[in-house]
């Protein structure tokens, strides 16, 4: 499952487009993978929860950002900005196991 919070803001998440704040379960194959998108609210954050990600799980530590400002990685999860409200552009790698 994946959590976003930061609406508004567009991700593509495996070829599927999330543009709400909410959880969402995706059906990722092993290995890496990205989200990418932009958002405008000033604060940007995608949760994952490990080991509930299709067959497997983003596994912890693996989690890195590509792209965006301000970014804040945990072993899980990662966010961007500053508070300013503005168009931002972010991208995630993360990588899931069996």
Partial sequence: MLGFAGAPFSAVVNGRTVSA???FTFDFPPGEHEISGT???????IAFSWGSIGRGGVR???VRSLAGIDPFVDACAVSWGDL????VTFRVRFTVTT
């Fill in 21 to 23: 704040d909410g959880v």
């Fill in 39 to 45: 958002f405008s609210s000033g604060l940007m954050i």
């Fill in 60 to 62: 912890p530590g693996s």
């Fill in 84 to 87: 300013s409200p503005r168009q």
